[in-house]
């Protein structure tokens, strides 16, 4: 991999001298993986070229990202794609045809098989984000009754080329799922066992229109390798495999990222291709509507108008103030986010994690209180340090139950946890933070 | 799973009527991963007595996390643990060894076999993070010169019971790595080829001392079951899985989520049980430096005291328009931090994507310049308006700027592009943002 990136600028300076014959030699025995990442560096027209030559372009084409497969096929000759399409695991072709041009739609179809094209409209017609949308139709079934021979026989004259074989599904005559074997477990049984007594028969499967995030949970409780897909008559569809499953892993842990600092998330994108327009839809609610929320600190600071105007000193230390409120309270929400997402914490423990958040924010705000104290003492006077400490003690541990107390209460709502972001926690406990500094100021300094 | 949620309710009953044989009825035939599922909601004494009867308790304790492991090991009876130890995967046996007391350790190596006691001392030298640390000593192999079938039935007499068998790997007499081959492939394969004309001999292998991130990222990179670990003389000396490479991709996606709300990462732990001073310690240095981060706001508030003196209404505004560029710069420092972590842009793409930023910064800018001036023309005058609405302009396109080069700079002085936390970039924007609206008033206004 590291030796791959190595090699693509002096690939790349083969290919500037158009002496793609020498390229192909040096690639052609490399990992598909890094065939496709040399290829993507290289300009379109040369991929184009090269990939025309590859014998195992369908395989090669399978490791680029979704988009650059898509921009690909808009531009590889429609005979080549036709026969890429063909070769790949039905999973991965359905993306690359929902994506192309009608027109283009139309030239794969007249170019594919019949079980192709059955497959890819069987497989489109699941709506996003669904088991059935992201299950491959790869899979070996072998009939009931058989022997382990028997059955180690069938799969070699019948596995057709793509089908994953890590688990063999034995299914009967309406092709209701039986039992699982994996292939492991057929190499290691004494050859003229029946399958049957071999096989599990305690099922673990999933329904084609569940979601795909359940279905990724499902596969790694188990550590399955791959899940059985199945309609409600417990018919065999599909199965969703392990890298199918840890794909739908890093979308939603990128949608938590983005959710953590106030970015909308509804279609995947890229910050390099991204139309401006969509990039600035996706962060304009959430900043117009802080706008607002920051109001609420000014009105605090309008209300404690006079003690401001008499005491110039205390606008000083109000960013100072106002922000460790906010800081210490998204610590809280991302420790929480992150324990709610990763199973660590539930609804119920809640109380008994208010206490505990309770301490650590004492500790937190008596040390920053110290820190703060000092430099009041310093611009001001003993009354002002004594303000600033109480007040960031009050604020630190304010910012830390609001920071730890939103994602449970967004769960209890049925949203989202990852909604408490930094940005909005930070908006909330300023507020507080204002009207926390001030109304301390008040009491002690008037 | 969700039936096996449903069942812990009922079976908690029938533990406490102490009706274990009726709970080991109900429970022994469930998947292993529900099994320990339902446990670990029983005591602690239950479950010791539940799993001394469970025939496959060591496949069991392997889906526990790996705290309840260690805190049940402490619990078990040293029989019960020695067996369960006996029978799991080495990767998951030495973390229980290496994690309980060196009492039971002495107690626990006495009852082991000898191999078992060799692999867990060779594990347990690696350190930690290294692939060596986190791979498998259970895989099969097979000498050079074998034809498929010789090689099936040899795995068949003489794979040991835990070994997995997705991939086979040759080796010659030193046990030097030379080939590859799924057992897919020596099923599909003619029995009566050489292995050696099946196989692969173009290796994807990683070393014991790299980095266990590093592996992760090459088995995702090429699609990999299994990824073979050998020593700088190319012997062969374990495997990582790709289960193992999830959970380490998780590890580091959770470091990420924690380092982008300024929460200091080293070490895992539990919301629910971690030490309050370890959490006190976790949060408390980012918080104290942003404390004195935050004095650079104060410092810009010292310098302008006179035209916020003449202008209280400023103040009003103040932490809505700071708080806005902050917004704004963390939702583009994550888009960043999550883009470079993903691979999605790269060091050389800053240039073009500042160009896209300013972009989408002056929409955003703009947009909330409308809404924030309209509130300045209501509270104070159209002077005040214009100062809002120009400052609003010039602090989101700086906190923008600032949010999204700041991960690339961190990324340059080889420090952790993810370090650029919400909490870091607010408080960097906050002091800019003073400074911008502060210097556009007194320009304006006096």
């Given at each position: 991999m590291q030796n791959t990136i190595d090699m693509v600028h002096s690939i790349q300076q083969l290919a500037q001298q158009q002496n793609l014959d020498e390229v192909l030699t040096q690639i052609q025995h490399l990992n598909a993986a890094d065939i496709a990442l040399i290829l993507q560096a290289l300009d379109i027209s040369v991929q184009v070229s090269l990939l025309h030559m590859l014998e195992n372009k369908a395989e090669v084409i399978t490791f680029y990202p979704l988009e650059a497969q898509i921009e690909l096929a808009q531009h590889l000759p429609i005979q080549d794609l036709a026969e890429m399409i063909e070769h790949m695991h039905s999973d991965d072709s359905v993306d690359i045809v929902k994506a192309v041009s009608p027109i283009i739609q139309k030239q794969l179809y007249t170019r594919l098989s019949l079980s192709k094209r059955i497959q890819i409209r069987a497989l489109a017609a699941y709506k996003e984000e669904s088991a059935g949308a992201i299950m491959s139709l790869d899979f070996a079934t072998l009939p009931e009754g058989f022997s382990i021979q028997q059955g180690l026989d069938y799969l070699r004259e019948s596995a057709s080329n793509p089908a994953t074989l890590y688990e063999i599904y034995i299914v009967n005559a309406v092709r209701q799922l039986q039992g699982v074997i994996s292939l492991r477990e057929m190499v290691l049984a004494p050859p003229d066992a029946l399958i049957q007594s071999v096989m599990t028969t305690e099922l673990i499967y999933a329904y084609a229109d569940d979601d795909q995030e359940s279905v990724a949970n499902k596969l790694s409780h188990y550590d399955f390798i791959a899940l059985p897909i199945v309609d409600r008559e417990g018919c065999l569809l599909g199965i969703v495999t392990y890298d199918d499953a840890m794909d739908v892993v890093n979308e939603e842990t990128t949608e938590d990222f983005l959710k953590a600092s106030a970015v909308s998330t509804t279609t995947k994108m890229s910050m390099k291709t991204a139309p401006i327009l969509l990039l600035y839809q996706k962060r304009v609610f959430w900043l117009v509507f802080l706008v607002f929320g920051s109001l609420l600190s000014g009105l605090g600071i309008a209300h404690y108008e006079d003690i401001i105007a008499a005491n110039l000193v205390l606008v000083f230390f109000l960013p100072l103030l106002v922000g460790s409120g906010g800081n210490a309270g998204s610590q809280s929400a991302t420790l929480m986010v992150r324990a709610l997402a990763t199973g660590d914490?539930?609804?119920?423990d809640w109380f008994k994690l208010l206490g505990r958040e309770i301490l650590v924010a004492l500790c937190l705000g008596g040390t920053m209180a110290a820190a703060v104290s000092l430099l009041g003492y310093f611009r001001g006077d003993i009354m002002v340090a004594l303000v600033l400490a109480l007040s960031m003690i009050g604020i630190v541990m304010m910012g830390c139950l609001i920071g730890m107390s939103l994602p449970f209460i967004l769960q209890k709502l049925k949203l989202d946890p990852a909604s408490a972001s930094a940005p909005l926690v930070t908006s909330i406990c300023d507020a507080a933070g204002v009207l926390v500094y001030l109304f301390i100021a008040s009491q002690l300094l008037l």
């Open positions: 914490v539930h609804f119920r």
